[in-house]
């Protein structure tokens, strides 16, 4: 016997509420274990055509579906708090039919006479203002859910063996063997390790997005990758606003650091959904503009302008009145300004110079809307220009930083921008003349930037145009590190680019170390900061 109880009424000024409820004849555990397997609701459910789950703590998962119902076939996502000593389940809804401005509610399972009640309650605000949206999104949230209902309710009195051993697990259950990180997984996705953790990312973060992932490639299957980084980042935004609400401002600093990093992790070698790919760099920048007010660092907004287009960026430098020391960092092909560049700038603060950030055309916000030019350097002296203009910022001392793709942009604009003290190239080359050789995610990676149609396009683009040979031999001091295994830049290129400066030279190399040598962050970080530094005449105070 089933019975449905709804109720639709201000809930606050602003919001209603519906409750569902039915009985089933089965055990109030059978009915827990049905509402947290959501791997198995496409069994169960009619409505809901894809389910996937991404744990973000300890009883807390991401859920994304696509639900098809009388609100239209719609993708949603769920945030979902499991309460199992209560039979309970809070969520709150990130993403939502376009009908719904907000939602949230609860699951709960009690025992009754003959098996188990559940209810269902959803906490509701429509898109559009007024009391009769809020009754008719009422009435259709209460005859979907109890479509829902009804269905569980006819699955679970069929008898149906929930404890099959058909791969699926608690979502609350403990790290084993059996749902942790697979060996294959562990080996392509290695040598991301180092990056994240520079970007504040813990092992823990990392082993809450890997788990059950099956990646048996570094060159395929990133959609999954993707899903699971945005979801860890939506709960760290969730901390982050409840540390902030609290007044917990440290608490609030690290989690909206940790929020940034996941949606740019998310986005990093997701090329198949463009739109999805910019929509979660956007996000990036909003969430780390929002804690701007509370940082350690004082940053400032740059308002920069090249050829029409606008380059944000920001200035940031330690407390206290300046001029300082400024240094320059440029981008490569798939960091974050926000993320990877932060992280290295703060390093150039904490040793007595500010630092400077900024998207050009092909990144961060820019990425897939105006592709990258390979006269990079026409950007990078509007930058300076706009910098030095800064009461902030001793217009004599100022260097330049790049980080692989970058490093050899930082090269070729110190040599061509008048201004520049010196120059350190983190895994950068001369030429990328071997553009056929690398994987096949990096060609991804710069036909997406510089908006190639395909590979012979980007190859001639490469050869032709992304190259030192024309340009004039660097008169500052160059500080190169590089990993000698590197297969996306090789070190002969970095070597031909020592070769090609007129200047003090000196090459950081790293025996069995690839791409940036991220390994080595921890030796060469303070080794270049502190080069930078005594080149600029900085001193920390």
């Given at each position: ?55 973000v703590g300890a009883h807390e998962v991401v859920m994304d579906m696509t639900v098809a119902n009388d609100l239209g076939v719609n993708d949603v996502r769920s945030h979902r708090w499991y309460r199992p000593e209560e039979f309970r389940i809070d969520f709150r809804m990130v993403t939502l039919p376009p009908a719904i401005a907000t939602m949230e509610g609860n699951w709960t399972v009690t025992p009754a006479d003959r098996g188990a009640r559940l209810a269902i309650e959803h906490v509701f605000v429509p898109r ?414």
């Open positions: 016997m089933s019975t449905h109880t709804a109720r639709t009424q201000p809930a606050s000024e602003a919001k209603s509420s519906v409750i569902n409820t039915v009985v089933i004849d089965v055990p109030a555990d059978r009915v827990w274990q049905a509402c947290t397997e959501v791997e198995r609701w496409p069994s169960i459910f009619p409505t809901t055509r894809r389910v996937s789950r991404t744990e559009q203002d007024g009391a009769a949206e809020a009754a008719g999104l009422g009435e259709t949230l209460f005859r979907t859910t109890e479509n829902v209902l009804a269905a569980l309710k006819e699955w679970l009195e069929a008898g149906r063996d929930l404890d099959a051993d058909d791969g699926l697990r608690d979502a609350w259950g403990p790290r084993t063997a059996a749902n942790g990180i697979s060996a294959a997984t562990f080996e392509n996705c290695e040598l991301f390790f180092s990056r994240l953790g520079l970007a504040s990312l813990d092992w823990g973060d990392i082993t809450m997005v890997l788990k059950d992932l099956r990646k048996e490639s570094t060159h395929e299957d990133w959609a999954d990758w993707h899903r699971r980084w945005s979801a860890l980042g939506v709960h760290h935004e969730e901390r982050a606003a409840e540390a902030l609400e609290a007044g917990h401002l440290e608490t609030f600093r690290n989690a909206n650091r940790k929020a940034a990093a996941c949606h740019h992790y998310a986005e990093f070698f997701y090329f198949d959904d463009a739109r999805a790919k910019i929509a979660s760099r956007d996000r990036v920048t909003e969430i780390f503009e929002r804690g701007i007010p509370y940082l350690g660092e004082t940053v400032t907004a740059l308002d920069v302008t090249c050829d029409g287009l606008a380059v944000p960026g920001y200035l940031m430098r330690p407390p206290g009145a300046g001029p300082w020391p400024t240094v320059v960092l440029v981008n490569g092909l798939d960091s974050a300004k926000e993320v990877e560049l932060y992280s290295f700038a703060r390093e150039f603060i904490a040793r007595g110079m500010a630092a400077v950030v900024f998207d050009g055309p092909g990144q961060g916000v820019h990425i897939g809307r105006t592709p990258m030019t390979v006269d990079f350097e026409r950007v990078v002296a509007a930058v300076l220009e706009e910098a030095v203009r800064r009461p902030e910022v001793d217009a004599d001392r100022v260097g330049i930083f790049g980080v692989s793709f970058g490093g050899y942009l930082a090269a070729r604009s110190a040599a061509l921008v008048p201004g520049f003290r010196a120059c350190v190239n983190l895994s950068g080359g001369f030429d990328f003349d071997n553009y056929r050789d690398v994987n096949v995610m990096v060609r991804k990676d710069f036909r997406f930037v510089f908006d190639q149609a395909d590979d012979d396009a980007m190859d001639e683009l490469a050869r032709t145009g992304l190259n030192l040979r024309g340009v004039p031999p660097l008169a500052i001091p160059l500080l190169a590190i590089h990993g000698e295994l590197d297969t996306i830049i090789p070190i002969d290129s970095c070597e031909r680019m020592l070769e090609w400066a007129a200047g003090e030279t000196e090459l950081i190399r790293y025996p069995g170390e690839r791409h940036v040598a991220t390994n080595y962050f921890g030796h060469f970080i303070p080794r270049f900061t502190d080069w930078m530094a005594d080149r600029l005449g900085a001193v920390a105070r």
